[in-house]
T-cell receptor, first 113, second 112 residues
């Protein structure tokens, strides 16, 4: 039972354009969401997060949007840069469980120069 | 720049051998997590510690896996006996609170 889903395994965009990575979840008890970025041969690094009481959080070129009614969140990167090419994981934290994060499968983003 | 460290970075072993992976969490972090990344399952949580006490190891095959924190600076994940299906990248993460976790570089395990 996949509680956090990233249905697009890969995404390719042109440098300078917008990258939109999507994530769906099934558990309405999740209260905090995070995006992690992972380069090959490295561990995931925290990118941006959003609390369930908000619908948008922005940090530089990165913006996360949360649509609770649709149980959907998205990460927007604008403008995209070749250095953004990586695997992006969304994760959800539920206050009702032990505090663990539930990760999606990941989406591989390729930004072409 | 504080980081989570993991050793070894790579491990090749034969089926049936014991494997021990080590993690040094960031000083001051009271939560430690072990994850496994596979192509099919993405990032799976294996075990979770808070203040060195195991809180959740439901994701871990109990018959062959064990996770411990002998002290606040060391977390270990052991597989005995190892099997080819255990081949994966194993990540350790630590955090001051459970929402934000900082990952180590991973141990890439290959069991032949």
């Amino acid at each position: 039972d996949q509680q956090v889903k990233q249905n697009s395994p890969s995404l390719s965009v042109q440098e300078g354009r917008i990258s939109i990575l999507n994530c769906d979840y099934t558990n309405s008890m999740f209260d905090y969401f995070l995006w992690y970025k992972k380069y090959p041969a490295e561990g995931p690094t925290f990118l941006i997060s959003i609390s369930s009481i908000k619908d948008k959080n922005e940090d530089g070129r990165f913006t996360v949007f949360l649509n609770k009614s649709a149980k959907h969140l998205s990460l927007h990167i604008v403008p995209s840069q070749p250095g953004d090419s990586a695997v992006y994981f969304c994760a959800a934290h539920g206050s009702s469980n032990t505090g663990k994060l539930i990760f999606g499968q990941g989406t591989t983003l390729q930004v072409k120069p | 720049d504080a980081r989570v460290t993991q050793t070894p970075r790579h491990k090749v072993t034969e089926m049936g051998q014991e494997v021990t992976m080590r993690c040094q969490p960031i000083l001051g972090h009271n939560t430690v997590f072990w994850y496994r990344q596979t192509m099919m399952q993405g990032l799976e949580l294996l075990a979770y510690f808070r203040n060195r006490a195991p809180l959740d190891d439901s994701g871990m095959p109990k018959d062959r896996f064990s996770a411990e924190m002998p002290d606040a600076t060391l977390a270990t994940l052991k597989i005995q006996p190892s099997e080819p299906r255990d081949s994966a990248v194993y990540f350790c993460a630590s955090g001051p609170v459970t929402e934000t976790q900082y990952f180590g570089p991973g141990t890439r395990l290959l069991v032949l």
